[in-house]
């Protein structure tokens, strides 16, 4: 029997728990999937930024999506984190086989 997954929501950081390969986390997954895309895409706004003249303004604004796209980019990390230790066999489970 599969043992409910506990996945951190990017944005709120809330935990919630649901069976792995069901819906909700399909739904999850696919978040996880266009956060990361948007963190790219923010990635390569802010290397445009390097590469030409920009004001202030726009460097702070592009630290800002930057800084803002690594926190959502950790919570997805520390989730996928937290489902591979689930799926990892215990000590105890390990040393019973």
């Known amino acids: 029997m599969n043992q409910p997954t506990r996945y951190t929501q990017p944005v709120t950081g809330r935990g919630i728990y649901c ?14 999937e266009r ?5 790219a895409e923010d990635i390569a706004k802010a290397s445009e930024c390097l590469k030409n003249e920009v004001s ?9 999506y930057l800084v803002q ?10 989730s996928r ?6 799926l990892t066999p215990s000590d105890e489970e390990a040393s019973a086989d």
């Not at 959502?72 to 990390?77: H, K, R």
């Not at 984190?81 to 689930?86: I, M, P």
């Open 69 to 78: 796209s690594a926190k959502v980019v950790l919570d997805v990390a520390n």
């Open 56 to 64: 202030r303004n726009e460097l702070v604004r592009a630290l800002s």
């Open 19 to 32: 069976e792995p390969g069901g819906r909700i986390a399909a739904l999850h997954d696919d978040l996880e």
């Open 35 to 39: 956060v990361l895309k948007v963190a």
């Open 81 to 86: 984190g937290e489902r591979l230790k689930a």
